[in-house]
């Protein structure tokens, strides 16, 4: 390297004249690589004349800023190491105050990474220094900033300065602006769980929490439920029902459905350190507030949050006969589809809770009710749920109340409400046995083999191997295997593939003799099909037969495989030239 590029003089001058190119690609280029601008000026240039230029970085474009704002944080061996961190902050401040959101968010990063740099002896006169300069600052971008500056610092400063941080966190609180109010509601949370809980008690109750909750933005107030999730879990159960209990009365009252909706969804984890007593006194009886809610996004919401509190309720068998269901009974009419939609998703974790009678009583005719009078998205939801849940429900004694309805619908419906209710099949098989199945559902089944839509054929065919399990094999080769086969000679080769997708299936379902004999011949048979879509099929069919078999059927199929191997169709060729790898 020569004197004139080693002059510290002339890499700034370089450094700035980059920044402020024409071109895009060389502005983002140089401020990506500030590390070596500031290694090559040397430590001491690096502190006065590189940091005195990036005083002025407002005055740069905002992705030039937000890759500044990126790298800053690795430059403190660059100005000299630790004991010269403090410099960077003036920078970080700046790029702090930015308009983009993106780029002050990298410049409070990269400002923690400095400060956990600064020795201890300094630490306390720096930060403080910085976050005062932020929070009393003109513009509302830098107090914003000032925010989560504060929570990232806090633990880092002696037992005074946390005060005097806790002091100036609550002017932020009440900043004239909205914006900075957002953001000292939306950082809470991470401070509050670096306080204990008197000083919670003492300092963020009454100042923070009490005046948010009046605040006049509904933007501000619907910030506050994540903070009560935290704050709930640090608090003695006396001061947790005084505080919690006060501010979620408020919040379920609120005048903006986007404040309520905020409360519903944090519910669960703000529930969660009361006591079931408490729960079901002074808590659900909020959420059932929720849930009669005008508004469909917090009924939504309300209905997702029942969910959630499952767990801690399990116990309590009367209480969710008796009062939770009847609340949501009249959500499975609701004028909103969003809304029968989520109470059908989440209506059969119920059942294990309520036992079988209560189950009977309550939850089969909400059930039966939505799969007949509701949207397909509904139907879809609930026997999601039941699938879901299949193993946790009795369902030997709700089978004879809904599968008839099941099977009503199952005919003529959305392609979707048949995938789901296929996917149910080999559950209903378990209860029903071999002469039942045979008589309410097998109908059924051979209808969905040649359904319109392939979603409902293919889903037929994968249930196949577990219905074999539960019907056994004498069923699969007297009932099902004529079936599949006859398929075979159907005009629509879509529906003549249904059999070679049956026997992929099946396989694993059969003993292999048995496997041989049903579907070989077959298989064979529709290697001459004038589709080559089924000739592929073949192919990869007669896979599943190689090894398995006497010598003669081994012959045979390398014999298909070789007349496939020369077809007119390359997939035909390349699958068929596969399985014969396969034969050797």
Same mark, same amino acid.
């Not at 957002?182 to 306080?195: F, Q, T």
């Not at 589809?337 to 089969?364: C, D, F, W």
């Given at each position: ?10 890499? =700034? ?81 700046? =790029? ?23 020795? $201890? ?73 670096? =306080? ?16 948010? $909750? ?14 009560? !999730? ?18 979620? %009365? ?24 009361? !006591? ?22 917090? %009924? ?15 116990k309590e068998q009367t209480f969710v006969a008796e009062k939770l269901i009847p609340e949501l009974k009249p959500l499975t009419n609701d004028g909103a589809p969003q809304v029968r939609r989520e109470v059908a998703l989440h209506l059969m974790e119920l ?9 009977? =009583? !309550? ?64 559950? @209903? ?23 319109? @839509? ?26 099902l295997t004529p079936v599949i086969l006859a398929l075979k000679l159907d005009k629509n080769y879509l529906i003549r593939q249904v059999t070679l997708l049956s026997v992929m299936q099946l396989k694993n379902s059969l003993q292999p003799a048995v496997f041989? %004999? ?46 496939? !191997? ?19």
């Amino acid at each position: 390297m020569n004197r004139q590029q080693a002059d510290p003089g002339f890499v =700034l001058n370089f450094f700035t004249e980059e920044l402020r190119s024409d071109n895009v690609h060389h502005r983002l280029f140089a401020a990506s690589n500030i590390s070596l601008v500031a290694a090559a000026m040397g430590p001491e240039h690096a502190r006065t004349e590189l940091m005195q230029f990036l005083l002025s970085a407002n005055q740069l474009d905002g992705e030039v800023q937000m890759s500044l704002a990126q790298c800053l944080g690795s430059l403190v061996k660059y100005v000299g190491g630790p004991e010269y961190a403090n410099v960077l902050l003036g920078p970080l401040k700046v =790029l702090a105050s930015a308009e983009e959101s993106v780029v002050r968010d990298k410049a409070i990063e990269s400002m923690n990474i400095v400060c956990n740099s600064i020795p $201890a002896a300094q630490a306390d006169v720096s930060l403080m220094q910085t976050a005062r300069d932020l929070s009393t600052a003109e513009f509302f971008t830098s107090r914003s900033s000032a925010c989560a500056f504060i929570v990232a610092i806090y633990e880092k400063v002696n037992e005074a300065n946390k005060s005097n941080l806790r002091q100036i966190y609550k002017s932020l609180v009440k900043d004239e602006t909205p914006m900075v109010r957002r953001s000292a509601l939306k950082n809470l949370p991470k401070l509050c769980e670096a =306080l204990p809980a008197n000083i919670i008690i003492s300092d963020i109750a009454k100042d923070i929490l009490m005046s948010s $909750a009046n605040d006049d933005e509904d933007s501000v107030r619907l910030l506050l439920p994540p903070s009560l !999730s935290i704050i709930s879990e640090k608090l003695n159960d006396q001061d947790r029902i005084n505080l919690i209990i006060a501010l979620s %009365k408020n919040l379920v009252k609120d005048g903006s459905w986007r404040v309520r909706s905020a409360f519903a969804k944090e519910f669960p984890a703000i529930a969660k350190p009361f !006591s079931v007593e408490v729960l079901t006194t002074e808590l659900c009886p909020l959420l059932f507030r929720l849930l009669r809610d005008p508004e469909a996004e917090t %009924k939504t919401a309300a209905c997702q949050t029942v969910s959630g509190i499952l767990p801690y309720i399990a116990k309590e068998q009367t209480f969710v006969a008796e009062k939770l269901i009847p609340e949501l009974k009249p959500l499975t009419n609701d004028g909103a589809p969003q809304v029968r939609r989520e109470v059908a998703l989440h209506l059969m974790e119920l059942a294990p809770i309520i036992g079988n009678h209560n189950t009977s =009583l !309550s939850i089969i005719p909400l059930f039966l009710q939505i799969l007949i009078d509701t949207d397909n998205e509904a139907s879809v939801a609930l026997l999601n749920s039941l699938l879901t849940h299949v193993d946790e429900v009795d369902l030997a004694s709700i089978t004879p109340a809904i599968l008839p309805t099941i099977l009503e619908i199952a005919g003529d419906t959305h392609w979707r409400v048949k995938v789901v209710i296929i996917q149910l099949i080999p559950h @209903f098989a378990k209860v029903l046995g071999v002469e039942e199945f045979g008589k309410q559902v097998f109908q059924l089944v051979q209808t969905w083999l040649s359904d319109l @839509f392939f979603s409902v054929r293919d889903e037929m065919t994968k249930q196949l191997g577990p219905l074999v399990t539960v019907l056994g094999q004498d069923w699969c080769t007297q009932t099902l295997t004529p079936v599949i086969l006859a398929l075979k000679l159907d005009k629509n080769y879509l529906i003549r593939q249904v059999t070679l997708l049956s026997v992929m299936q099946l396989k694993n379902s059969l003993q292999p003799a048995v496997f041989v %004999k049903q579907f070989l011949p077959t298989v064979l048979y529709m290697a001459t099909d004038r589709v080559a879509n089924v000739r592929v099929l073949v192919s990869k069919a007669l896979l599943l037969f190689i090894g398995i078999g006497e010598q003669k059927v081994q012959q045979q199929l390398q014999t298909i495989l070789k007349q496939l !191997s020369n077809d007119n169709d390359s997939d035909v060729k390349y699958f068929a030239c596969m399985a014969l790898l396969k034969c050797q």
